[in-house]
């Protein structure tokens, strides 16, 4: 498999209050082209530092050694246009007093190159790839008017709007309940299928990972301690810490996370 990005003995330190935090130290991975890949680990433990750093969207500061390769990309990645970026909390990405299309729409249109017509109607085909229940009117709401699923399904869009080779959902499933949930990990995983993005995906739920992920990375106080796939992860940890976050999720029976997975019959 090829790569897309290459990570290099990061480390990230943010300034703060006088001293400093070390949020990643020494962290070496490599992102596949075209893979589904988990980040997980407890608050704290450095997850969305890594998001932020391959966004390139760390604050000022922040500061970062290493380095970020990307052998998958022709050129530095741009973000919005390269990268789709997810976040948590919807309201916090949309903006408030701009109807959804047009949100879709000017990220087409920055990237892309097309007149507000052309984003439009672009932002409109995202709207249905989204299954927004009634795409026109949807087109013309304000975030306000929408339910948190239907912001985050808008949210999707405009990140998935200049068709970026990277997705990175940082627990953008999080403050959704367990239905919306599901149906948000089951739209993420079809868009990253039918555009063939490759997905990092971040979760402190290691169920929630499982079902959507090829590989597991975990993080603990911002180093990366265990990398596999799903299977081994959930079936076969090795490190103890990995053990207790499956155990503190399903007590000391992995099967349902197993059957979850897709691993067993
Ligand atoms: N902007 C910032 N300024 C100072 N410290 C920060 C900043 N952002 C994160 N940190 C610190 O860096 C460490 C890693 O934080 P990070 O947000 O990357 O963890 P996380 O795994 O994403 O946690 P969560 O699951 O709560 O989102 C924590 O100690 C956090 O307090
Ligand atoms: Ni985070």
Request: glycine share 10%.
């Amino acid at each position: 498999m090829t790569a897309l990005a290459t990570i290099r003995d990061l480390t990230v330190t943010y300034r703060r209050d006088g001293g400093e935090v070390t949020a990643l130290k020494g962290i070496n991975l490599g992102i596949a082209s075209g893979e589904r890949l988990a980040i997980i680990g407890e608050s704290g433990s450095g997850k969305s530092t890594l998001a932020l750093a391959i966004a390139g969207l760390l604050p000022a500061s922040s500061a970062v050694s290493g380095r970020i390769e990307w052998p998958g990309l022709a050129h530095a990645p741009l973000g919005g246009r390269d990268i789709g970026f997810v976040f948590q909390d919807p309201s916090a990405s949309l903006d408030p007093v701009m109807t959804a299309g047009k949100q879709i729409a000017e990220v087409a249109r920055t990237h892309l190159g097309l007149t507000w017509a052309q984003a439009f109607a672009k932002a409109k085909h995202l709207l249905e790839r989204v299954r927004l229940p009634d795409p026109d009117s949807a087109l013309r709401a304000f975030p306000h008017q929408l339910s948190g699923g239907q912001k985050q399904r808008v949210a999707i869009a405009a990140a998935i709007a200049a068709g970026p080779k990277l997705l990175i959902a940082d627990e953008a499933t999080s403050a959704l309940d367990t239905i919306v949930q599901a149906e948000i990990v089951a739209l993420i995983r079809r868009l990253v299928t039918e555009d063939g993005m490759t997905l990092l995906f971040i979760s402190h739920d290691i169920a929630l990972a499982a079902e959507l992920a090829e590989r597991i990375a975990v993080f603990r106080h911002g180093q990366l301690v265990e990398l596999g796939t799903t299977a081994q992860i959930v079936g076969a940890p090795t490190q103890p810490y990995t053990r207790a976050l499956l155990d503190a999720h399903i007590g000391l029976d992995a099967e349902p996370l197993l059957n979850r997975a897709g691993l067993h019959a």
